[in-house]
């Protein structure tokens, strides 16, 4: 059923893409439910570091503690992307919002075509993250946005995918 589901959204998704080219508003445009990832440096009263966090998340977030607009939210984060700024948040609780911590640590491969040969499995044209790489799955997706990658999670199965067509 997952791969069904993707593949009647896959034209839409990889056309919108194609369309619009600027990364970062593709990827903080995008409100459905399980959008695409976004990773950042925050700071909160518990954690200051890298995380990585579903973008309707980051977006609830934002609109909740300053009531932010879609558009005012897209103009805020974006210079804070581009620039690798610093997200300062506050009191708030990470878990409850769903941001993963990319753990320093944490090495994944800098050659991509390893890269998604070790971490997903390709079926066609949807690559879907391996069982076994899931436990590294904020380092995965922080990987993939430092290459300007889009990726987000099936509502059906709940796993990370990536569209063949958003690779470059």
Request: charge should be neutral; charged fraction near 25%; glycine fraction near 4%.
């Amino acid at each position: 059923m997952f791969l069904a589901v993707l593949l009647v959204c896959k034209s839409t998704i990889a056309q919108k893409f194609n369309e619009n080219q600027d990364f970062y508003s593709l990827v903080l445009s995008d409100f459905g439910m399980h959008t695409f990832y976004v990773s950042l440096d925050i700071r909160s009263q518990t954690y200051s570091g890298r995380v990585v966090v579903p973008n309707d998340h980051l977006y609830d977030v934002l609109q909740n503690k300053n009531n932010y607009s879609e558009k005012r939210y897209i103009s805020i984060l974006e210079p804070i992307l581009k620039n690798h700024s610093i997200l300062d948040l506050g009191e708030i609780d990470l878990n409850y919002y769903g941001f993963l911590v990319v753990r320093k640590n944490e090495k994944v491969s800098e050659d991509k075509q390893y890269f998604f040969s070790r971490y997903f499995n390709m079926t066609n044209g949807v690559y879907v993250i391996k069982d076994s790489a899931n436990k590294m799955k904020a380092s995965i997706v922080n990987k993939l946005f430092e290459w300007k990658i889009p990726c987000k999670t099936d509502d059906e199965s709940g796993y990370l995918y990536v569209l063949k067509e958003w690779i470059h």
